[in-house]
């Protein structure tokens, strides 16, 4: 980039010889999908060596969670160093050393939530891979409605037991532990009565079971609680909750917000990182001789170039200290939409090709399916219209 | 890193920007100069020239601000929002940027005149009913040692109103060309230039030039012969950015006047606003208004930092600007109702402008194809 200070470009030089250094060739060059991610955990198995090597001198150097606090097991880096290194992963081609929710969600709602005890304990174990963590906020009865979760946490002096059901728990059957929404008081109002509890997946009385959807294979899972006993605290200063007890709300509402950007942050790469133009580029040139698919490619392609450089600036914002607050929700409603009709046109683009489950175009009728969710899973897209209309333009409730 | 947050001098131009506009030249000005048959208020002008905004892209040594693109960009997104006339974009923004490139004793002179709010300069390029540079084809004929242009102009902003225009000329090869292009800046009162007025559906000026054996020298070529679409180039790419962000202006003025409505007016007994229907379109007007803002924002940046390769930045902005405005004058007639549609009410004058302003200097396709072609499809 022409644009780093003196400073910003000796980090890039450092950083590129260190993913050179420290990532082994063999992975930098392999096409990415779903099987070269990386989870960790205490199941996990590497695909091959190198992805073990690499995962290793990156937690050495806290470039698992690049952000975080090294007193954490993080790197420490500002947003822009940030930003620079995740430029030059790009360019090499190198893949992520290690992917989990405890990177992306309960990380960043114990960096802001949690006790200081709590943080040592947990966050170490989620930046060296130690530990794969899954998310259990959605239930049958409460989807849209995630507020009005009735799985039951009842106090027991020392332990909480807890009973219910959660659906779309992403790899709830992978994972070594769960933060779940339980409720704690059944009397007070539905957002006031929620705890944020940590659980261990291994407790007896906690089972899952595989949803399969319109696209295949899915990582959900509905997780069912049946008498399980959490202690209250795993230590001193390291309560089994995050956050006040009944004030759980508060912890998921930070989170989803995380989730929303990441939803409308990951709806940039597709088809193992190739661009729309890319892709199109490659198919047989007839394709972009269709006026109609060549407008709403061009169109397409504006738009998601000003959504990436939108997605920048809310981030610098959150950065600086003013917030972004709800508008975030923005970013969750249109990535997601555009995400959705990105894989409408390379559909269309890739006729016929396109419906076979696994024809010239790899995984690309799955993954048009899969995108459907993407406006659903973590907040609807009219849920996220709601939040913007009622929290940030403010719109009369009657 | 590149980033589009505004900065605190931004915030402080901004802010005395719409101080001034919101006295100067709110929306019943534009329709006072409507009512008084002139496209602009010259007193407004005047005053733009004493606090540095005709002089916003004029270096220090012509006694201009320099203040670059973004900070045009401000200005005009403040003009935008109050529908503010003015020759800004033709005279100080694309005028001054393809006189800078130029740099000879002539263009220095025409630019210190220009920040002084002397000189009005229209740009003449389209010939045709879409913006195509490269089409065209009003002929500067070698004569002795000087040319003879003729060919007519059409759509030229501030073409009534300036006193020189910088005029893009065929010297060599075929209409669809960019090279063999040359710029001429002539006097208006040139013997064979004639001016038309068109009268546009925003009340501003516009108008068709048509050159009848004009004679011109070697000295009223700016930059190089056959060579000029490349000093006109950075012109009109600056224009382009900084006609995006008048647009993005009064995108946000249409949109804060429909949302004050949406919470005022009452119907069956509710604030219409309380409506899913109502609600659920103008937060995706919301959306898509945050996100054209950020292109708008970084095609200044680029144009600060890189000018030499801003056209993807431009025309993302340029493109988006327009399907925006667009978006938001409709939605805003639409959720005002009938009071809308009447001349009395102003949410019209946005429905307009904004209309001009999506023809201007390449219309939506023009930009998506700029960006598609370098994006490499």
Redesign the interface.
Known sequence: ????TTE?SKFRNDIADWIINNCPETLRNRPLGEGSIVWGGRNWSFDNDDQRVWMENAITKGMTAPRWPTAYGGAGLNR?QE??FREEMTRLKAPSPLESFGLWMLGPALLAFGTEEQKLHFLPQITSGKIRWCQGYSEPGAGSDLASVQTRAEDMGDHWLINGQKIWTSYADKADWIFALVRTDREAPKHKGISFVLIDMTTPGVSTKPIQLISGKSPFCETFFDNVKVPKSYGDGIPSQVGEINRGWDVAKHLLTHEREMISGGAQGLLGGR?T??F??SLDTDV?SDPVI??Q???L???S???G??L??YK??AE?GRGVGN?SA?LK??GTEMNKRRYELLMSASGSEGVEWDGPHGSLAPEWLRTKANSIEGGTS?V???I???R??????? | MTSLLETEDETLLRDSARGFLNDASPVSALRANREQGRPFDPGLWREMAQMGWTGVLVPEEQGGADMGHRAAGILSEEMGQVLAASPFISSAVMAATALRGAANGRASDALAQIAAGESIYAIAVDEGPKHAPAKTALRAEKSGNGYRLSGSKTFVADGSSANRVLVLARTAGEAGDTSGLTLFDIDVERTGLSREAISTIDSRDHARLNFDDLEATGEDIVGELDNGFATLRHGLEAGQATLAAELSGLTAGAYAMTIGYLKERKQFDRTIGSFQALQHRAAHLFSEIEITASAVINAGRILDESPDQATLAVSIAKARATATAKLAVSEGVQMHGGIGMTDEYDIGFFMKRARVGAEWLGDYGYHAAQVAAARGF
Request: no cysteine.
């Open positions: 980039m022409a644009d780093d910003l822009a930003k620079i661009s133009g890319e199109l580029s972009l060549s407008a490619a061009m169109e392609e504006v738009d170039l000003a959504f450089m939108t920048d600036r610098d914002q600086s508008a923005m409603y249109y009219e996220m219209l709601d913007i209309s009622k940030v333009l403010e719109l009369p409730l009657k």
